[in-house]
């Protein structure tokens, strides 16, 4: 593939100059994933100081997504979908691109034709649908303050249920489905849990509603939304708790409190308030540390340093020397752009020692890391949501003010289980071996660990998207909630 890309680039070079006006347009291309197409649709313009682009995806009913960075040197094109992990390039051959989609380091052949060229397109299935074998009842549950917000629950169908997942989200605005282009993650979710017997219980996050619009097809509420504190957020937990304890048919069902990476806060503040009965606590992607102390790590450059690592480091020695970084292999020529922005090996290694390691990211974080503290301190919200994470300045304050997991979960009694990758470029796996210690020093025996060598913060769920199979990570999740 790279010797013929280098052929077409030489071929073509010497009429790049004719041809680069007839890169602005419409371009048409279909991307087929494990035999499901998907239509994509790149709108570029050029403009006074370069091109820009957005993406539709009529499949999905997205329109307009903003394309981050569109680069055309009158024959080679790249766009750079950073959002959603994802890179096109391709080579111009008059009316069409020849080249490669790439998304969260898988790569897929994609030509694009000029206007509507490329003809009618049978609709495709969606990426993933809920299975027919699964009852979906939607809740309309009252909240610990009298606030009203819509759950819902995936029962297999035709099956007793002698136990039911609660999920607790992750940081953000999340809804029951958490919607995202070409799937909802909790119906792949559902179909996991309930495919070994297991119900599945998600929900709007207060102040939050399903939407339409890319990326996040969310509604949100500001107003409600600003409630989304997480001593609120464990009292929202517990009033859905008891909803489904009392429903006649569950009140003798287990609960499984299903915390995922903040959700594993939320989810050990419940057990530990100990207001509702909870039979199990699954932590995936746990939080050992209160949010500044996970903040200040994130930022101090080790999380892309796993993930980095992850991805480059071929001789394992936890740096990147330059051949590595220069690797043409597709995956690392994704994440080179993803992470690094295509920039100059040189120009990465900021303290000049010929490799790429945590003090070069550390050094490269920390100007941001200090902005951030400052924007919180000076009560920038606005900034916080647009450049950071959606969530208020109150939530992160309140977050920096909570005991951490890594002393609460001593006083829990409920069996806890913990579920983590260890590539996890998030929180570090080493905090699962530090709460091991800590529960033998005490003397208890209600923590199982379950580490995930080559799995990330989300425990590589994109693999179903290539295999149509949970990963080790994930599976192993679903049977433990079956097991218990």
């Not at 993406?55 to 680069?71: A, C, H, I, R, Y």
């Not at 549950?141 to 999920?167: W, Y």
């Not at 929180?427 to 530090?434: I, K, L, N």
Request: charged fraction near 25%.
């Amino acid at each position: 593939m790279k010797n013929l890309l280098k052929l077409l680039l030489g071929a073509l070079l010497s009429i790049g100059t004719l041809q680069a006006q007839e890169i602005a347009g419409r371009w048409d291309g279909v991307l087929s994933v494990k035999g499901i197409n998907l239509r994509l649709i790149f709108h570029i313009h050029k403009t006074d100081t370069g091109f820009v682009s957005t993406l539709d995806s009529p499949d999905q009913g997205s329109t307009g997504f903003p394309v981050e960075k569109t680069s055309f040197d009158g024959s080679s094109l790249t766009l750079l979908l950073s959002n959603i992990g994802a890179s096109y390039e391709g080579v111009l051959q008059s009316d069409s691109i020849v080249g490669r989609f790439t998304q969260y380091g898988t790569s897929y052949p994609m030509t694009l034709v000029k206007g509507s060229a490329a003809g009618p397109v049978t609709k495709p299935l969606p990426l993933h649908s809920l299975s027919e074998n699964i009852v979906s009842e939607i809740k309309t549950i009252t909240l610990q303050d009298g606030e009203e917000t819509t759950g819902r629950l995936c029962l297999p169908k035709n099956r007793s249920i002698q136990t039911i997942v609660v999920a607790v989200h992750g940081t953000g605005p999340h809804t029951y489905l958490t919607k995202r282009q070409g799937f909802n993650y909790y119906d792949l979710l559902a179909d996991g849990f309930c495919e070994n017997g297991v119900g599945f219980f998600t929900y709007n996050r207060r102040g939050v509603d399903l939407g339409e619009s890319a990326p996040w097809y969310d509604e949100v509420d500001s107003i409600k939304y600003a409630n989304y504190l997480p001593c609120n957020e464990a009292g929202d937990i517990e009033a859905m708790v008891a909803f489904l304890r009392n429903d006649p048919r569950f009140n003798q069902c287990r609960i499984i409190l299903y915390g995922i990476s903040e959700g594993t806060i939320i989810a050990s503040m419940v057990a530990e308030r100990n207001k509702v009965k909870i039979d199990a606590l699954f932590l995936h992607g746990y939080a050992h540390e209160n949010m500044y102390d996970i903040i200040a790590w994130q930022n101090s450059g080790e999380g892309v340093m796993v993930m980095a690592n992850s991805i480059f480091d071929k001789n394992d020695d936890k740096a990147i020397d330059e051949q590595e970084y220069a690797s043409e292999e597709p995956t690392i020529v994704a994440y080179r752009r993803y992470l690094f922005k295509d920039m100059p090996f040189e120009s990465v290694d900021q303290v000049k020692n010929k490799l790429i390691d945590i003090a070069d990211i550390r050094k490269m974080r920390g100007a941001f890391h200090q902005m951030l503290m400052r924007k919180i301190a000076d009560n920038e919200g606005h900034w916080i949501w647009n450049n950071y994470f959606r969530v208020s300045i109150d939530w992160l304050k309140q977050h920096f003010a909570l005991e951490p997991n890594k002393t609460r979960l001593l006083r829990v009694e409920t069996p806890i289980y913990l579920f983590h990758g260890r590539e996890d470029a998030n929180v570090p796996a080493e905090s699962v071996h530090d709460l091991e210690i800590r529960f033998e020093a005490c003397g208890k025996s209600n923590l199982k660990t379950f580490l995930f060598d080559h799995h990330n913060h989300d425990l590589n769920v994109q693999d179903w998207f290539a295999t149509k199979v949970f990963s080790e990570g994930m599976q192993k999740i679903f049977d433990t909630a079956a097991e218990i």
